[in-house]
């Protein structure tokens, strides 16, 4: 079993920069992609950003988030990254870090991912 940890939320402005973490409680092989999810009140559940390691590393990005989040990881630590520049209001949103054994065309889907962290909640004033 595989459990999450996100931290890094909070409240700022619009404009600055968040980054969240997301820790993993053991490195496992039943694992090979990271991926952030956000969802703000009433929306659906939204693909942010992955990162699959499986021959290399390979990075997905979200249309929304494109040039401005950048996702990363640290395997010696189990700890995994969404660095988040130029941050808009629309970005509210609470944030999931997920992990799971993935081809690359399922990482942007929810669906596909096993585990999942409790969430952080990011907020962005105007």
């Known amino acids: 079993q595989v459990q999450l940890v996100e931290s890094g939320g909070g409240l700022v402005q619009a404009g600055d920069s968040l980054r969240l973490s997301c820790a993993a409680s053991?490195?496992?092989?039943?694992?090979?992609?990271v991926g952030w999810f956000r969802q703000a009140p009433g929306k659906e559940r939204e693909f942010v950003a992955a990162l699959r390691w499986a021959g290399g590393d390979t990075t997905y990005y979200g249309d929304s988030v494109k040039g401005r989040f950048t996702i990363s990881g640290d395997n010696a630590k189990n700890t995994f990254y969404l660095r988040m520049d130029s941050l808009k209001p629309e970005d509210t949103a609470t944030y999931y870090c997920?992990?799971?054994?993935?081809?690359?065309?399922?990482?942007?889907?929810?669906?596909?991912?096993?585990?999942w962290g409790q969430g952080t909640l990011v907020t962005v004033s105007s």
């Open positions: 053991q490195h496992t092989f039943r694992i090979n992609t």
């Open positions: 997920a992990a799971g054994l993935l081809t690359g065309l399922q990482t942007t889907r929810k669906d596909n991912y096993f585990y």
